[in-house]
């Protein structure tokens, strides 16, 4: 299992720290994402990590604005989101998967899925 937590209501311009840790186990051999749902919309991918070896994915629509990183001492992955805008509301979800480099965005290439967090960004 995928345990979430960080989110919540933030003023837009502010900082955000979402952490997706593993029940049992490590990510090693996985691909970690993230993806969120606005309401009305699809969810989307947003950022994926490779646990072994390192590799960044970031969607282009949040490059520069979204950090994804590893936090060995809490084997979890986490997303540090920057410069929030009304826009960035939405259920964030984490998950895991093997995707392939072309695949990473993609739903369907992750098995296991967190409960997913509300963030809210209003005034």
């Known amino acids: 299992h995928l345990l979430q937590s960080g989110g919540g209501l933030v003023q837009p311009g502010g900082s955000l720290r979402l952490s997706c840790a593993a029940s049992?186990?490590?990510?090693?051999?996985?691909?970690v994402g993230w993806f969120r749902q606005a309401p009305g919309k699809e969810r989307e991918f947003v950022a994926g990590?490779?646990?072994?070896?390192?590799?960044?994915y970031n969607s282009d629509s949040v490059k520069g604005r979204f950090t994804i990183s590893k936090d060995y001492t809490k084997n979890a992955v986490v997303l540090e989101i920057n410069s929030l805008k009304p826009e960035d509301t939405a259920v964030y979800y984490c998950a895991v998967g093997r995707p392939i480099q072309s695949t990473v965005a993609r739903e369907g290439s992750y098995y296991y899925w967190g409960q997913g967090t509300q963030v809210t960004v209003s005034s």
């Open positions: 990590l490779r646990w072994s070896g390192g590799n960044r």
């Open positions: 049992e186990g490590t990510f090693a051999g996985y691909t």
